[in-house]
């Protein structure tokens, strides 16, 4: 069926859901939040008291403090709720979680938590635009309105809780090969894809720390590819002690990517050195 409605090739990704009914072609990110998530609803412009731009772990603690005290809140999130905190195998640093937890549970407890108090959250709506409307009967200003791609709407205050994003490697062969064995904040979902394999985490963040640590369980070994000379500088000490006393997961320092490639999926990798190696 949908090869027939697409006859020069069908665009990827394809998203079937028992919410969405028919399958998707092409899918979006908003195509595919609400092909998982039951009842979200179009963007509407009804005036809300607080709009928070985010929706990582900052963004939704302010949109449930705001909606438990009355405000009505609406959340904007381009991507999936949680941002990069939700692809995080294993967070052990955040408050009441002594075992820790996975990014994705913590952005779905939140996520229910905000809605709970009637917080509406949209992913896939990326905010283009943030304006101070103007002043009306003597106030000195009469909110903000908030662009969203080809919508609009107005609120009274805004939080901008856009956190961050994975910076990308720059290796053009290896950005030709992403999903093909290359990934970016991909360590929960293909961790099991890599039993019995090689990897490499670039990277010398808590992202890249967990991401190891998780990766460790399944692959052959996990070597950490980073560009100081140790990961002190960048990376929580407890996750330094868990990968110093992992065997399976090896530190190389100033090192980094400069090549690579493969025939369908990622074959090889070639390594530089940065700078004078410690103990040199």
Same mark, same amino acid.
């Given at each position: 069926m949908i090869?027939?409605?697409?006859?020069?090739?069908?665009?990827?990704?394809?998203?079937?859901?028992?919410?969405?009914?028919?399958?998707i072609a092409g899918a979006t990110a908003r195509d595919v939040a609400r092909a998982r998530v039951s009842g979200q609803q179009s963007l509407h412009d009804t005036p809300c008291d607080l709009a928070v731009i985010?929706?990582?772990?900052?963004?939704l603690a302010a949109a449930v403090y705001g909606a438990?005290?009355?405000?009505?809140?609406?959340?904007?999130?381009?991507?999936?709720?949680?941002?990069?905190?939700g692809t995080s195998s294993m967070i052990r640093n955040y408050l009441g979680?002594?075992?820790?937890?996975?990014?994705?549970?913590?952005?779905?407890?939140?996520?229910?938590?905000?809605?709970?108090f009637?917080?509406?959250?949209?992913?896939?709506?990326? !905010?283009?635009?943030?304006?101070?409307?103007? !002043?009306?009967?003597?106030?000195?200003?009469?909110?903000?309105?908030?662009?969203?791609?080809?919508?609009?709407f107005s609120a009274r205050a805004v939080i901008v809780a856009t956190g961050v994003k994975y910076r990308r490697l720059g290796v053009e062969p290896l950005e030709e090969l992403v999903g093909r064995g290359v990934f970016y904040g991909a360590a929960t979902?293909?961790?099991?894809?890599?039993?019995?394999?090689? !990897?490499?985490?670039?990277?010398?963040?808590?992202?890249?720390?967990?991401?190891?640590i998780h990766l460790a369980r399944?692959?052959?070994?996990?070597?950490?590819?980073?560009?100081?000379?140790?990961?002190?500088?960048?990376?929580?000490?407890?996750?330094?002690?868990?990968?110093?006393?992992?065997?399976?997961?090896?530190?190389?320092?100033?090192t980094r990517v400069i090549d690579g490639g493969g025939r369908q999926n990622l074959e090889w990798l070639t390594l530089d050195t940065v700078g004078e190696l410690p103990g040199r």
């Open positions: 090869a027939d409605e697409h006859p020069d090739g069908v665009p990827l990704p394809i998203v079937k859901s028992t919410i969405a009914g028919a399958p985010g929706a990582g772990p900052a963004g438990s005290e009355g405000l009505t809140t609406t959340v904007l999130e381009q991507g999936a709720v949680g941002g990069q905190a979680f002594p075992r820790g937890i996975s990014g994705m549970r913590l952005a779905q407890r939140a996520r229910l938590q905000a809605s709970r009637g917080a509406e959250i949209f992913s896939g709506h990326r !905010c283009t635009g943030i304006t101070i409307n103007p !002043c009306t009967d003597g106030k000195a200003w009469d909110g903000h309105t908030i662009e969203v791609e080809e919508q609009r979902t293909a961790a099991r894809e890599m039993a019995d394999q090689d !990897c490499y985490v670039v990277g010398g963040g808590n992202s890249a720390g967990q991401a190891a399944f692959a052959r070994s996990v070597s950490v590819v980073v560009r100081r000379d140790s990961l002190a500088a960048t990376m929580s000490e407890y996750l330094i002690r868990e990968i110093e006393a992992n065997p399976r997961i090896e530190v190389l320092t100033c």
